[in-house]
């Protein structure tokens, strides 16, 4: 059985520093990987996908990705009090076709 | 671009009733959609695959009977919880992917379904 697993916090990261956030995976044949982030009560948005090993970056975030290790990150640079949310790792098997295991989540919480 | 939309967003029904809950992309074309269910404090649970024109793929523990799943044309599927139970309340959230190769899936707002 699939399993993403986060480190369910809280995480309070100050004003203007950088937020690390860290996912790893059961199922090594995995191909995507998403980050979204969730405000409470509301429905998960799209921050990030990565495919392929390395680093991936936009804006101020900054999305790595190890295939051998099984692990995915999400960097946030110079938080901002609104990107107080939780954030879901979500992994994909491939194809298309699967649905999107999920992460139970970390919560963030960024200190004006 | 890449907008889904759910309806209702909010519903409160009697123990004993069905409620469909409708998922639409506005402005693309699905030929899959996703049904998750989001428990409080709880991270979103696939429940089933729609897929345009066949029948829904549905994951282990969901029942197909009490959750009927339709996914009549590229831009409309449709969930209907019958006979709901107060357990079934929950945070119901549909997905689309635009197809073409691309893997990243659109989330709609949520439909809260409250049992009483």
């Known amino acids: 059985q699939k399993e993403v697993e986060q480190n369910s916090g809280p995480l309070s990261v100050p004003e203007g520093a950088i937020a690390s956030l860290n996912c790893t995976y059961s199922?090594?044949?995995?191909?995507?990987f998403f980050w979204y982030r969730q405000y409470s009560g509301k429905s998960p948005e799209l921050i990030m996908f990565i495919y392929s090993n390395g680093d991936k970056e936009d804006g101020r975030f900054t999305a790595q990705l190890n295939k051998a290790s099984q692990y995915v990150s999400l960097l946030i640079r110079d938080s901002q009090p609104s990107d107080s949310a939780t954030y879901l790792c979500a992994v994909n098997g491939g194809g298309g076709a699967d649905g999107l295991t999920f992460g139970k989540g970390t919560h963030l919480i960024i200190q004006p | 671009g890449a907008v889904v939309s759910q309806h209702p967003s909010r519903v409160i029904c009697k123990s004993g009733t069905s409620v469909k809950i409708e998922c639409r992309s506005l402005d693309f074309q699905a030929t899959t959609m996703f049904w998750y269910r989001q428990f409080p404090k709880q991270s979103l649970m696939l429940m089933a695959t729609s897929n345009e024109g066949s029948k829904a793929t549905y994951e282990q523990g969901v029942e197909k009977d009490k959750f009927l799943i339709n996914h009549a044309s590229l831009t409309l599927s449709t969930l209907t919880v019958t006979s709901a139970h107060p357990e079934d309340s929950s945070f119901y959230i549909c997905s689309a992917r635009p197809g073409g190769g691309k893997e990243t899936q659109y989330f709609g707002p949520g439909t809260r379904l409250l049992v009483l």
């Open positions: 199922d090594r044949g995995s191909q995507s």
